[in-house]
């Protein structure tokens, strides 16, 4: 294989991976972040949410039922980056909206029942 083909091949693939969305370990550190702000950390202690095992179980059940702009959506809200994810949000049709907002209700008490 030439240098200009192996170039092309390992620029495909970072392409690929780019595309599908934040990794789940960058949604976990999210979701921790996110959990230690206000609302959110009473919410955890008053519930009993040990929150490392609820964000590893979010971040995995996400990823397999929200596209990869709906999990990225999750993400950037979660890390408080307010305007990108409501520039993103405003790409999607109302019916992937929707299917993210279900998504991320199912995903959530499944993930808080199993703590």
Known sequence: MTHRKLCAAACAVALVACGSGPSESEF??????????????????EMGVHREPFCRCTAKEAKTVVSADGYRWM?????????????????????????????????????TASR
């Open 28 to 45: 976990t550190a999210a979701c921790m972040q996110e959990g230690q702000r206000g609302v959110n950390a009473a919410l955890s202690r």
């Open 75 to 111: 993400m950037l809200d979660m890390q408080g980056n307010r305007q990108e994810a409501a520039t993103l949000q405003a790409k999607m049709t109302e019916a992937e909206r929707m299917d993210v907002m279900k998504a991320a209700m199912t995903v959530l008490g499944k993930c």
